[in-house]
């Protein structure tokens, strides 16, 4: 079955403390991740593909598929990072993505 | 300007009513989507269409139904509405291409009272 676990409701940090946000896949094929954000009633924006490798907004993911995880981080944490944070796996035929249940990031002055 | 935009952005009405949310991108995407989040804030899909044809219907019930004249426009008509259906509902679209995410409208809040 496709799945996307993110075992974290919530997450609180103080400014400046690592954070990590969990995420873990479940999928036979080929997994295609995203991190996406979504900003206290904005909408959902696009963070990280694990396609690209990049680095956003100082955070990172890396896939790791003996684990099967995409976990997210930052080193320093900052109050504007405060937000929902969804983990996605596209399910390749279908172009569909789906959603983990999301971790509330509150990050502490 | 605004890549994917939807209206209405707040929607209240009551219980039994029909009524409508419009979806427009202008991002040239092939395929466009609703996504339902609860009021626990979890994102489901419910329908996917491209270049006009449904690809996607994922268990919703049949007074839900998509409309879709043209790639650009992916619109959603809820027939009979029920207190259950109050949610933010967003529409998306992608190119749907390898590393492609999708690009979300800022979402409709519905309130079924």
């Known amino acids: 079955a496709q799945r996307v676990t993110q075992p974290e409701k919530l997450l609180s940090v103080f400014k400046g403390a690592p954070v990590e946000l969990k995420c873990n896949y479940s999928y036979s094929g080929s997994p295609e991740l995203f991190w996406y954000v979504q900003y206290s009633r904005q909408r959902l924006q696009l963070l990280l593909r694990h396609i690209s490798r990049e680095s956003i907004k100082g955070f990172t993911a890396d896939l790791n598929k003996g684990e099967t995880s995409f976990h997210l981080k930052k080193p320093f944490a900052q109050e504007e990072d405060s937000a929902m944070y969804y983990c996605a796996l596209r399910v390749g035929n279908t172009d569909k993505l789906i959603f983990g249940t999301g971790t509330r990031l509150q990050v502490f002055p | 300007d605004t890549a994917v935009s939807q209206t209405p952005k707040y929607l209240v009405t009551q219980m039994g009513n029909d009524k409508s949310i419009k979806c427009e991108q202008n991002l040239g995407h092939d395929t466009m989507y609703w996504y339902k989040q609860d009021s626990k804030k979890f994102l489901k899909i419910m329908f996917s269409?491209?270049?006009?044809?449904?690809?996607i219907n994922e268990t919703v019930p049949n007074r839900f139904s998509p409309k879709s004249p043209d790639k650009a426009h992916l619109n959603l008509h809820i027939n009979s509405l029920e207190l259950g259906d109050s949610a933010v509902y967003f529409c998306?679209?992608?190119?749907?291409?390898?590393?492609?995410?999708?690009?979300f409208g800022s979402g409709t809040r519905l309130t079924v009272v």
């Open positions: 998306a679209s992608s190119q749907g291409t390898r590393g492609a995410g999708y690009t």
């Open positions: 269409y491209n270049n006009k044809e449904l690809i």
